[in-house]
């Protein structure tokens, strides 16, 4: 956290000398936290990049006291929601049928996929799995990030673990 | 498959996915992006009508007020009925749990009558056990609740004496089949216009007395209820209903600081009552799920807990039964974590508020 925590203090000062290694260590993270709302690759990495831009463009607003991870996984997760929100709407007024995939496209993924296990999982869930044992933050972070108490979050998250006990369980069997 | 094996599958499934290197990218972008000079707020122009209408604005709301409360006789109307109707078990267990709680303030269970038979890992096995000594506060709720099957013999009816327009009754059983018998004086206002309604009283219980509020509104079921010890520590609880389950909030204040915060929710699960206390604020974070069954014709406790500490969760199955020894019980608890060697441990049960003359039949 310290190293980060430097390369931060050198992207206030608009130096950006260690910002791949920055990238490197923080992109897994924020991949995550958009990818498993907005299930498209394509639109994720866009917003990836977003996610840097607003971080590097409000910069100074960042407080050195908190959890740099967390902070971007917030950032790239709020992006995600409003995208999420926006192609809904547009998907429902214009009714697009045509962007449900077909049922071959589904089969073809590998049924381990980390993306078609989450699915198994609701929004909160995915959000709480995903924060927890991914993005490596502590239940008390993830409280904040959701604006929920924590016995919630450790209600949802057991819930969550146990489904993809079942899950993962069945395609081992089979 | 446990726990850790499926989080570390989790997270090797994540880190097979690539992810592209945008960082050149990004730099350039944010090194394109002008430096951005905040240019300075010019105030506006003081208004010479601004104050004007605020200050008329103001003496009518004010005149509005004034008319609304002439038209009010001063004095809500007292209805002949109890305004409690419909929700007199919500405010008996709601009493119960707000007196079990009150009581720990005063006599607050040791740790010190804790005994270990068998243990695995001891430092988590400790931390399972201090989360646990918060869990026994609830136990007499979870007991009455159960043992009492939502029949808590409430008798509510006309009292003229005391200062005191109504009395409610209810009594309660917990696991040994003892009764406690709970005593509610209470005034009773009404306001018809917005449907309200609050209950100022006294409840009885033992050789104790607590001052007591309820708020509400009539036709929802949903109240607000205080249990003071005196005014600095007190029980603050809310009822409602959230996704069809009765759920009740407890907070505790102790010295007028708030300590705990807890939620209990209940729900029917294949004709099973299933009771939920999660820890929302104070020192511990566990969720705990109870279901009852019997064993030799005496109830047992059965609990799943889910429990955090710092990142790491802890869970499994506990099993509380109930032994006698003399004339005292205690809580034999049997702890299964999830992965490690189960432990057991004794703990002190709450006797002390039964009343006297019904100790005196029942005791086993």
């Keep these: ?68 991870h967390a902070y971007l996984a917030t950032i790239g997760r709020n992006l995600a929601i409003n995208m ?29 996929d980390i993306f ?14 995903t924060m927890h044992v991914i993005n490596d933050l502590k239940f008390r972070e993830i409280a904040d990030i959701m604006k929920k108490p924590i016995g919630t979050v450790l209600w949802i998250y057991n819930k969550a673990m146990k489904k993809l006990k079942e899950k993962v369980g069945e395609s081992h069997d089979t | 498959m446990t726990h850790k094996e499926l989080k570390h599958y989790i997270k090797t499934k994540a880190e097979d996915v690539e992810i592209k290197d945008f960082s050149s990218v990004i730099i350039q972008r944010a090194k394109a992006q002008p430096v951005k000079v905040t240019e300075p707020v010019r105030e506006p122009k003081p208004s010479f009508f601004r104050p004007l209408t605020a200050s008329l604005i103001t003496v009518f709301a004010a005149m509005i007020i004034v008319l609304v409360l002439a038209n009010q006789t001063g004095v809500d109307p007292v209805p002949d009925n109890t305004v409690l109707e419909n929700m007199e078990n919500v405010v008996a267990l709601s009493t119960v749990q707000a007196i079990s709680l009150i009581e720990v303030m005063d006599n607050e269970l040791s740790t010190s009558n804790t005994t270990i038979l068998r243990f695995g890992p001891q430092e988590k096995n400790d931390m399972i056990r201090d989360e646990l000594a918060d ?17 808590f013999e409430v008798v509510d009816e ?26 509610i004086d209470y005034n009773q206002t009404f306001n018809p216009q917005t449907n309200r309604f609050s209950v100022l009283g006294k409840i009885k219980f033992g050789t104790k007395t607590y001052d007591l509020e309820v708020l509400g509104t009539k036709g929802s079921r949903a109240i607000t209820l205080t249990v003071k010890k005196d005014e600095l520590n007190y029980v ?10 009765d759920t009740y909030t407890v907070e505790l204040i102790k010295n007028d600081l708030s300590v705990e915060k807890v939620t209990i929710s209940l729900d029917q699960i294949d004709d099973q009552k299933v009771a939920t206390l999660t820890f929302v604020e104070g020192t511990s974070t566990g969720t705990y799920t109870f279901t009852i069954f019997e064993e030799n014709l005496r109830k047992i406790i059965s609990i799943h807990y889910t429990l955090s500490f710092d990142d790491e969760v802890e869970e499994g199955d506990i099993t509380i039964r109930i032994l006698t020894l003399q004339q005292a019980t205690i809580y034999s608890i049997l702890v299964e974590p999830e992965g490690r060697a189960s ?13 006297d003359d019904v100790q005196n039949t029942q005791l086993i």
Excluded: C, W
Aim: zero cysteines; hydrophobic letters at 35%.
């Design chain 1, 1 to 68: 956290m310290d190293q980060l925590n430097m390369m931060i203090k050198e992207l206030k000062n608009r130096d950006y000398t260690h910002f791949d290694v920055f990238y490197e260590q923080t992109k897994r993270q924020v991949f995550f936290s958009i990818i498993h709302i907005v299930k498209d690759q394509s639109l994720a990495e866009d917003l990836l990049q977003e996610t840097y831009m607003k971080f590097l463009e409000k910069i100074e607003l960042f407080d050195e006291h908190r959890n740099p």
């Design chain 1, 84 to 112: 999420y929100n926006t192609r809904k709407k547009e998907i429902i007024n214009d009714e697009v049928i045509s962007a449900i995939p077909a049922e071959e496209e589904i089969q073809e993924e590998p049924d381990d």
């Design chain 2, 135 to 151: 869990l026994s506060r609830y136990l007499e709720t979870i007991e009455k609740l159960y043992a009492s099957n939502d029949d």
């Design chain 2, 158 to 183: 006309v009292k003229d004496q005391s200062g005191f327009d109504r009395r409610m009754r209810f009594r309660t059983r917990d696991f040994m089949d003892k009764l406690s018998q709970y005593e």
């Design chain 2, 343 to 355: 432990f057991s441990f004794t703990r002190g049960r709450m006797t002390s508020h039964m009343t």
């Design chain 1, 116 to 129: 078609k296990l989450l699915d198994e999982l609701s929004r909160d869930e995915k959000d709480i799995v």
């Design chain 2, 236 to 245: 603050l609880l809310d009822f409602e209903v959230i996704d069809g389950k």
